[in-house]
Nanobody, 123 residues
Framework: QEQLVESGGGLVQAGGSLRLSCAAS????????MGWFRQFPGMERAFVAG????????DYTDSVKGRFTISRDNAKNTVYLQMNSLKPEDTAVYYC????????????????WGRGTQVTVSS
């Protein structure tokens, strides 16, 4: 069964760092655009970062620019989100997502989703 599995979430103090990973099973990610989204309590999932299948193009929501970096290792079938200078307002459930279209990843709702990983930033 095809799955996207996130890992690397946890509890960190403000100013700290975490690296999220998204690994795929049953599906090769190398030809898919990938994205990270997050969901705050009571709100819909929101775009955080996206990367095209080559890794050449990336996009970020304004609130994380300069702090978060999305990357991918197609040989390992894994996508990463390096999060630095974390703030309490980054606390959310983070989801990995995939789609054959990069435009879909960065502008609307990708077709494939992981189950999410909790990130909690304490002040």
């Amino acid at each position: 069964q095809e799955q996207l599995v996130e890992s690397g979430g946890g509890l960190v103090q403000a100013g700290g760092s975490l690296r999220l990973s998204c690994a795929a099973s049953g599906r090769t990610l190398s030809r898919y655009a990938m994205g990270w989204f997050r969901q705050f309590p009571g709100m819909e999932r929101a775009f955080v970062a996206g990367i095209d299948w080559t890794g050449s193009n990336t996009d970020y929501t304004d609130s994380v620019k300069g702090r978060f970096t999305i990357s991918r290792d197609n040989a390992k079938n894994t996508v990463y989100l390096q999060m630095n200078s974390l703030k309490p307002e980054d606390t959310a459930v983070y989801y990995c997502a995939a789609d054959s279209s990069y435009r879909v990843v960065v502008t609307t709702t990708p077709g494939y989703w992981g189950r999410g990983t909790q990130v909690t930033v304490s002040s």
